[in-house]
């Protein structure tokens, strides 16, 4: 298991701190920033135990190992949401790209899938989709 370090960038927008109160969550789940489009993303991460040696409750145990890392314990991996549009939109066949979309209706987003792996490296999925995502499937 990796925990993430929740930034100031990260902190409310992950469905583990929805609330932006956790200093800590684990690797997983998705954030959403909610049509801010940031620069960049800084991502720390450090691995902690297999899932199934960590102590229950975990918070209280994840805090305390969170806390007792080192700077120099955390890896960080950094993502351009600006940039990485850009290229998806370059390299895409333009199959559905309404000129007029009112923005109650649809707004451009990306969706990109990060990975780490046990070593600790980060991949990008081959998944990242980029397009207009319909406002009123998120009411339901």
């Known amino acids: 298991m990796f925990i993430?370090?929740?930034?100031?960038?990260l902190s409310g927008n992950c469905t583990d701190?929805?609330?932006?109160?956790e200093r800590y969550i684990y690797w997983g789940?998705?954030?959403n920033f909610k049509g801010y489009k940031p620069d960049k993303v800084v991502i720390q991460y450090?691995?902690?135990k297999p899932y199934d040696q960590i102590p229950k409750p975990s918070k209280p145990h994840m805090?305390?190992?969170g806390d007792s890392l080192p700077a120099s314990a955390w890896k960080a991996y950094t993502l351009y949401p600006k940039k990485m549009m850009?290229?998806?939109k370059q390299n895409q066949d333009p199959k559905y790209n309404?000129?007029?979309v009112p923005k109650a209706i649809a707004r451009k987003s990306i969706l990109v899938y990060l990975e780490i792996h046990a070593d600790g490296s980060v991949s990008i999925?081959?998944?990242t989709q980029y397009g207009y995502t319909n406002n009123t499937e998120a009411y339901r």
């Open 4 to 9: 993430v370090k929740m930034t100031p960038q």
């Open 17 to 21: 701190d929805l609330d932006g109160t």
């Open 29 to 31: 789940g998705q954030c």
């Open 46 to 48: 450090a691995k902690w």
């Open 63 to 65: 805090i305390a190992f």
């Open 86 to 88: 850009a290229e998806v």
């Open 98 to 100: 309404p000129l007029l």
């Open 125 to 127: 999925g081959d998944d």
